[in-house]
């Protein structure tokens, strides 16, 4: 997904789940639109330039995802989330 491409906003409810688990400091299982695959610490929320990103660490580095760019998401707390788009 590039930078430069419309960002589209995610689900409320898809959302929510997110904010869950940055409360929570959940480990995640992500899979992004791009068939990238990574266990990411979910710590926080942010917007910049009217996109929405997910402040997580993985692997000890620190990563910001565009939240339109992730397909899914799963915790044993939460489930398994699929991104659907608003």
């Given at each position: 997904?590039?930078?430069?491409?419309?960002?589209?906003?995610?689900?409320?409810?898809?959302?929510?789940?997110?904010?869950?688990?940055?409360?929570?400091?959940?480990?995640?299982?992500?899979?992004?639109?791009?068939?990238?695959?990574?266990?990411?610490?979910?710590s926080d929320l942010l917007t910049r330039k009217?996109?929405?990103?997910?402040?997580?660490?993985?692997?000890?580095?620190?990563?910001?995802?565009?939240?339109?760019?992730?397909?899914?998401?799963?915790?044993?707390?939460?489930?398994?989330?699929?991104?659907?788009?608003?």
């Open positions: 997904m590039s930078v430069n491409e419309t960002y589209q906003p995610i689900n409320c409810d898809d959302y929510d789940n997110l904010e869950l688990a940055c409360q929570h400091h959940l480990v995640l299982a992500i899979e992004l639109k791009n068939g990238e695959t990574l266990q990411a610490k979910a009217n996109v929405e990103y997910l402040v997580a660490e993985a692997s000890g580095e620190p990563r910001q995802l565009r939240l339109d760019s992730i397909r899914s998401f799963s915790h044993p707390q939460i489930g398994t989330v699929v991104i659907s788009d608003n």
